[in-house]
Structures are given as structure tokens and as C-alpha cells.
């Protein structure tokens, strides 16, 4: 029998993370309203979100580098100035998602979703995009080094 988990708010995702929690596969989260005040800046480097839906959720200056967010739905969702370095977004979905200023050093986004985001003044170094969908994606100002481009070709500019 399997048993659901509960709905996660803003400030009981950071008090779980806080006591060791890392894997919240299965959960449903809410993230918004006063998560976003610069004192509230969450640290959840190496997190598990694998699979869930955080569409629409303000997740701006957020902590995700190494973590796991392979297949998790980020629809339209502010990811502006997040440091997601050596995050494994494989198979995200990040349709109009907004990434102004973030690290995505050495981040995997291997057959990920970025249609129509908008992805400015981020760090792609050694980012590997193999795959991904970026038809109608804004790219500008970005740094591109070692980067892995959608057809497995390396850009650097």
C-alpha cells in the first residue's frame, strides 16, 4: 500500500531540509508568497526534486547547485540569478521559464524542455544540452565554454 506525503510549504521544505531531509520525491510542494525575501534565501544544494511539479513557483537567488531535478516541471517558473552548477535537469521541463544571471556551469540538461524560456547573462560553461528542445528559447549575453550544444556539437563564445 502506498501512502501519499503531504503537501510541503515554504517554510517546512527549508525546517526538513534543515534537519538532513534531501529527497522529496513523492511530496507536493508549494514554493512562493515570502519564500522570496532575501532573508528567506534558501541554501537547498543537492536536493532531490526529481519528478515534481513546481510549475509557476518564484524560486529567484535559489540554491540548487548538484541537485537533482531530473524531470521535474518548472513551467514558467523565475529561476533568475539560482546557481544550479552540476544540477541534472535531464529531461526538465522548463517551458517559459525565466534564467537571467544563473549558473548552469556543468549543469546536464540533456533532452530537456527550454521552449520559449529565457535564458540571459547565464553561465553555461561545460553545460551539456544534448538533445534539448530550445525552439523559440531567448538566448543572450550567455557564456558558452566547453558548452555541449542541442546536437552534440561544443560551442565556445
Known amino acids: 500500500m502506498s501512502v501519499s506525503k503531504p503537501l510541503l510549504k515554504n517554510g517546512e521544505i527549508l525546517e526538513l531540509y534543515a534537519t538532513g531531509v534531501r529527497d522529496f520525491t513523492g511530496y507536493e510542494l508549494y514554493i512562493g508568497g515570502d519564500i522570496y525575501c532575501v532573508s528567506l534565501i534558501p541554501d537547498l544544494s543537492g536536493v532531490k526534486f526529481s519528478g515534481l511539479d513546481l ?4 524560486m529567484e537567488n535559489f540554491n540548487l547547485s548538484r541537485a537533482n531535478l531530473s524531470r521535474t516541471v518548472f513551467n514558467s517558473v523565475c529561476l533568475d540569478g539560482a546557481n544550479l552548477s552540476g544540477a541534472n535537469l535531464s ?3 522548463l517551458v517559459r521559464a525565466s534564467l537571467y544571471r544563473v549558473d548552469l556551469t556543468g549543469a546536464a540538461l540533456t533532452n530537456a524542455n527550454l521552449r520559449s524560456a529565457e535564458i540571459v547573462n547565464s553561465n553555461l ?5 544534448t538533445g534539448a528542445n530550445i525552439e523559440c528559447t531567448w538566448l543572450e549575453g550567455n557564456i558558452y565554454q566547453n558548452t555541449i550544444w ?3 556539437s ?4
Open 91 to 93: 529531461g526538465a521541463i
Open 125 to 129: 560553461t561545460n553545460t551539456n544540452l
Open 150 to 152: 542541442t546536437d552534440g
Open 55 to 58: 510549475s509557476d513557483s518564484y
Open 154 to 157: 561544443i560551442r565556445n563564445d
